[in-house]
């Protein structure tokens, strides 16, 4: 498969590079308005770079319109959140699947817009689920099915704190407006794990909410949960750590 890449610069782009060069594909586009991109070079030498996303969308509709072994097959969208609907419908106009970080959406309402782009083009679009495929997480959920199986609840309490400096809160991450804040930035991947290990959500409380932390309960079909969430330093026990959970 060709793959095109939105968001070669950012954080977890080397991770989407190594797992299409990991399973035999092939990059063969990437766009960021931001040029640092040589980490390109360590997993394909022949990528086409557009730091302009208007350029690399005509880039791919040319490869659409031309023979089917050079068209964009999936584009993978590491873009900041605020942008990913906007980058998944030009992968489904450009005929190509749809693989996004999360979060696919910062307001909720832009998910039946995406429903119906999907329909209408006859596209795909896969979100990244990545702790439900972690080892340990895995043994715990066959452990809770074939234990208690899916009537027992359950009280949980999840606590994530990861330091971060002053740039957090000048880059994009900081602003709520284009990240969702700390529970659409943060957050989002541990509630798709709580909710695939105990069942939707029946009812959220939200009692804290501060641009560097937020905090409430969640109530789950199988289990009722206590959440904190933070990315201010003074919340960690050693300064100098990276991370509680």
């Not at 039946?112 to 006859?122: R, S, V």
């Not at 069942?199 to 937020?214: F, I, W």
Request: charged content about 30%; aromatic content about 8%.
């Amino acid at each position: 498969m060709n793959f095109a890449l939105i968001g070669a610069a950012g954080f977890v782009a080397p991770r989407h590079m190594k797992a299409i060069k990991e399973t035999g594909n092939r990059l063969v586009a990437a766009a960021d308005p931001h040029d640092s991109v040589g980490i390109l070079d360590r997993y394909f030498r022949d990528v086409r770079y557009f730091p302009e996303i208007e350029r690399f969308d005509r880039h791919l509709e040319k490869l659409r319109r031309g023979p089917d072994e050079d068209r964009i097959h999936a584009v993978t969208i590491c873009s900041p959140n605020y942008l990913h609907d906007a980058h998944v419908r030009l992968a489904l106009r450009v005929g190509a699947r749809a693989i996004c970080e999360k979060p696919l959406v910062i307001n909720p309402w832009n998910l039946d817009q995406l429903e119906a782009i999907e329909k209408e083009t006859g596209g795909r679009i896969d979100t990244i689920l990545q702790l439900r495929l972690h080892e340990r997480v895995q043994k715990l959920k066959a452990e809770l099915c074939a234990k208690e199986g899916a009537t027992k609840r359950h009280r949980v309490s999840l606590t994530y704190i990861t330091g971060r400096g002053p740039w957090y809160h000048a880059s994009w991450k900081g602003a709520e407006e284009r990240s969702g804040g700390v529970v659409m930035n943060i957050g989002v991947h541990f509630f798709d794990l709580l909710t695939w290990l105990f069942g939707d959500a029946e009812k959220v409380e939200v009692n804290l909410r501060e641009p560097s932390k937020a905090g409430g309960r969640l109530t789950l079909q199988r289990a009722d949960v206590d959440w904190y969430l933070s990315v201010g330093c003074e919340d960690l026990p050693d300064p100098s750590g990276a991370a509680t959970t």
